[in-house]
């Protein structure tokens, strides 16, 4: 088993990363709000952990000065060997959201046998990028070094995350050799330089545009970093599988179809489920929480020959 080393944090209960004031923060409730009209029969996605799972909350896994950032791990019921881990990062464009997010994931993965961990992050109005990269890596250290307190096995870990969550996944994986086993990348960028991307990334009439405010400048005035923080750029014949989830709309998911041609130039695995008529962020909402979940644990089970032990 492979362990990282790391100083040891005390495991104190905090309320993780603060979130930045924002103008319209991103959370299940405003995006509810804003889907709604056009698609009445969505219901925001329970969090709430079946028994036999169990929850433990406010893990702290590294200190930034004052700030404390912090993970909650989801274990699955008694198994006859211990469970792969997916590491979930949520998203709201690199300055919004938070880890809670992604607990409707977490507790649905759990009771299928998978333990997984939401991480907290350094968003864009606390520090820029790649500190949120930074932070996740650390994230990815604390769990290798510390499987006595969530009891997974680390040399089956996937990372996987949502929008600009799904970014930050993708690109923590495609640099971290050897920390993980998959990426799943849901309805996240793979190229901030694409034409399509910058439209939409770089639009100067977004003073500054979500990637503007993570970067501190826009691509012409910071192209090292939308180039760096591209996961298409990383792309090796050492990166691990890779699953993209993507929605109906497009310019979420830019730089896909480009990424998955290079990954099979070097022999790994990419595959693509498309979930039809969905808007994005679906992932916070029933009805497609269950086929997000179908699709990630089909996607492990190849990955890892198999499902977890039961």
Same mark, same amino acid.
């Given at each position: 088993?492979?362990?990282?080393? $790391?100083?040891?944090? +005390?495991?104190?209960?905090?309320?993780?990363?603060?979130?930045?004031?924002?103008?319209?923060?991103?959370?299940?409730?405003?995006?509810?709000?804003?889907?709604?009209?056009?698609?009445?029969? #969505? &219901? !925001?996605?329970?969090?709430?952990?079946?028994?036999?799972?169990?929850?433990?909350?406010? #893990?702290?896994?590294?200190?930034?000065?004052?700030?404390?950032?912090? +993970?909650?791990?989801?274990?699955?019921?008694? &198994?006859?060997?211990?469970?792969?881990?997916?590491?979930?990062? *949520?998203?709201?464009?690199?300055?919004?959201?938070?880890?809670?997010?992604?607990?409707?994931?977490?507790?649905?993965?759990?009771?299928?046998?998978?333990?997984?961990?939401?991480?907290?992050?350094?968003?864009?109005?606390?520090?820029?990028?790649?500190?949120?990269?930074?932070?996740?890596?650390?994230?990815?250290?604390?769990? *290798?070094? *510390? /499987?006595?307190?969530?009891?997974?096995?680390?040399?089956?870990?996937?990372?996987?995350?949502?929008?600009?969550?799904?970014?930050?996944?993708? +690109?923590?994986?495609?640099?971290?050799?050897?920390?993980?086993?998959?990426? !799943?990348? !849901?309805?996240? $960028?793979?190229?901030?330089?694409?034409?399509?991307?910058? &439209?939409?990334?770089?639009? /100067?009439?977004?003073?500054?545009?979500?990637?503007?405010?993570?970067?501190?400048?826009?691509?012409?005035?910071?192209?090292?970093?939308?180039?760096?923080?591209?996961? !298409?750029?990383?792309?090796? &014949?050492?990166? /691990?599988?890779?699953?993209? #989830?993507?929605?109906?709309?497009?310019?979420?998911?830019?730089?896909?179809?480009?990424?998955?041609?290079?990954?099979?130039?070097?022999?790994?695995?990419?595959?693509?489920?498309?979930?039809?008529?969905?808007?994005?962020?679906?992932?916070?909402?029933?009805?497609?929480?269950?086929?997000?979940?179908?699709?990630?644990?089909?996607?492990?089970?190849?990955?890892?020959?198999?499902?977890?032990?039961?």
């Amino acid at each position: 088993m492979t362990r990282w080393p $790391l100083a040891i944090w +005390l495991l104190l209960p905090v309320a993780g990363a603060v979130n930045i004031a924002t103008a319209q923060p991103y959370n299940a409730d405003t995006t509810y709000r804003k889907l709604v009209a056009a698609y009445p029969d #969505i &219901r !925001i996605a329970s969090s709430t952990a079946p028994a036999p799972v169990r929850v433990r909350k406010d #893990i702290v896994y590294a200190r930034r000065g004052e700030l404390s950032l912090a +993970l909650d791990l989801y274990s699955p019921g008694p &198994r006859d060997q211990a469970a792969p881990l997916v590491v979930l990062v *949520h998203g709201g464009g690199w300055r919004s959201g938070d880890r809670s997010e992604m607990a409707p994931l977490a507790a649905r993965l759990a009771a299928r046998g998978y333990a997984a961990a939401t991480v907290s992050y350094r968003l864009s109005g606390q520090a820029r990028y790649p500190a949120a990269i930074d932070d996740v890596k650390e994230a990815l250290r604390w769990l *290798h070094a *510390h /499987p006595d307190v969530h009891g997974a096995d680390v040399d089956r870990m996937v990372i996987a995350g949502g929008s600009a969550g799904g970014q930050i996944a993708a +690109l923590v994986g495609m640099t971290s050799q050897g920390a993980v086993q998959a990426v !799943i990348n !849901i309805d996240g $960028l793979s190229d901030f330089t694409s034409e399509e991307a910058l &439209r939409h990334e770089d639009d /100067p009439s977004k003073n500054p545009s979500a990637a503007g405010a993570w970067f501190g400048g826009r691509y012409a005035e910071q192209p090292a970093l939308w180039q760096q923080a591209s996961p !298409i750029n990383h792309v090796s &014949r050492a990166s /691990p599988p890779v699953l993209f #989830i993507v929605s109906s709309v497009p310019r979420f998911s830019v730089g896909r179809e480009a990424m998955t041609a290079k990954l099979h130039e070097h022999g790994v695995v990419a595959e693509m489920v498309a979930l039809p008529g969905t808007p994005h962020s679906f992932w916070l909402f029933d009805p497609w929480v269950t086929p997000t979940v179908d699709a990630m644990t089909d996607f492990m089970e190849r990955v890892f020959g198999g499902v977890p032990g039961g």
